[in-house]
């Protein structure tokens, strides 16, 4: 297993610049997760390290050695894709020995490598069918199979569960994180669904426009999001971002959103003091938002009145989107509201999970640790 370090990296293709400023170190064992939009550079990011695309700039390590001029087969990593790439006239079985065969492993080691991978992800049953035999899931255990016998010192997985229905997704999503505890080996991981960032990753990348927006652990980047890009893109539904200005009133921070008027708590004043006087968005998760009425005695007293717009039961809960003055919100209410479009709703804020964003922050760029 093995540290990957990427050092002041940068990647041009002409005059589009796809990974700037990008510095990166992924300790031994580490589940790293890249995540953001399409075209935001994560792939290019992973495909470097790969050596299938060469840095216009800085310089890649893999363990102690710098691998800017090894090839992809002498960097001791083995890449799983978002296409399966299977060989379709071989059976599973010489699918996952090919690799290995190239290299002149003996029979013995291959058969042994093969069989172990096989049971590890529960497909040693399939061993003598042809990939078209096989469910999309299955092929991606192949194909993970494949990288798992090469034992090498950096697994790289490039959207490979991207072709799969979302039922299988979940499944998937558990097997390779029970995959990195057995094996205990370094992953680095892309995705542009932030839902497997949080369920999978150990420290999560965030990534826009080819630069690093914020380095942390899941929920640390969940918590406590460093601008207005991560806190929108990191949890589902998205965060509800509401124009307002921060005053000061007798003596206490308040936030003036002109449908309610709520005072900035305590512990949270010093942080945002810098914005007073100026406007702002603030920020607050679709969860941490009340039906006044089952909402906790403590967080009644910060309610505000909006309009229910349209009523999503999910079953264990009930999202909402409703109109609280000019502004659009979502809402998720307990299953025992009753709640009926087009009419009026009590709702309540928990003060100490808001967040304040400036609205027009001097660059958006920030590589803050959570």
């Known amino acids: 297993m093995a540290k990957v370090v990427m050092e002041n990296i940068t990647k041009s293709f002409g005059t589009v610049q796809a990974v700037r400023d990008f510095n990166l170190t992924v300790e031994d064992k580490e589940f790293v997760i890249l995540v953001g939009p399409s075209g935001c550079g994560k792939s290019t990011a992973l495909r470097m390290v790969a050596g299938l695309e060469e840095p216009t700039t800085g310089t890649i390590y893999i363990g102690d050695r710098a691998v800017n001029d090894l090839p992809p087969k002498d960097r001791d990593i083995a890449m799983v894709f978002q296409e399966y790439a299977l060989y379709p006239h071989m059976s599973v079985y010489k699918n996952m020995a090919f690799g290995l065969q190239l290299r002149k492993f003996q029979e013995s080691e291959i058969d042994q490598r093969v069989r172990e991978a096989s049971e590890i992800l529960g497909i040693q049953e399939f061993l003598d069918r042809k990939p078209k035999q096989l469910s999309g899931g299955q092929r991606q255990r192949v194909a993970v199979g494949r990288a798992i016998v090469r034992k090498p010192a950096v697994f790289l997985f490039d959207e490979p569960l991207s072709n799969l229905d979302a039922k299988l997704r979940v499944q998937m999503r558990a097997e390779l994180s029970k995959l990195h505890d057995s ?188």
Do not use: W
Not at 196 to 212: F, N, P, R, S, W
Not at 234 to 256: A, E, Q, R, T
Not at 262 to 271: C, D, L, R, W
């Open 183 to 370: 094996l205990q080996t370094t992953i680095i991981y892309v995705t542009h669904d932030q839902v497997e960032a949080m369920t999978m990753g150990t420290k999560i990348v965030v990534m826009k426009d080819g630069l690093i927006q914020q380095i942390g652990t899941p929920l640390g980047v969940y918590n406590f999001p460093v601008n207005l890009f991560v806190a929108g893109f990191i949890g589902s539904p998205m965060m509800n971002f509401i124009p307002c200005s921060v005053l000061s009133k007798d003596g206490h921070l308040m936030i003036d959103a002109e449908a309610f008027q709520f005072p900035i708590p305590e512990n949270k004043a010093p942080y945002y003091q810098p914005l007073t006087g100026s406007e702002a968005f603030l920020g607050i998760r679709p969860n941490d938002i009340y039906d006044r009425v089952y909402a906790p005695e403590h967080l009644k007293s910060n309610a505000f009145r909006a309009i229910v717009n349209v009523i999503e039961p999910l079953g264990s809960e009930i999202h909402l989107n409703v109109t609280a003055g000019k502004h659009n919100l979502v809402v998720i209410v307990d299953t025992q509201s009753i709640v009926r479009k087009h009419q009026e709703i009590e709702l309540t804020i928990d003060l100490n999970k808001i967040h304040l964003f400036e609205k027009n922050p001097p660059n958006l760029r920030t590589k803050a640790e959570v």
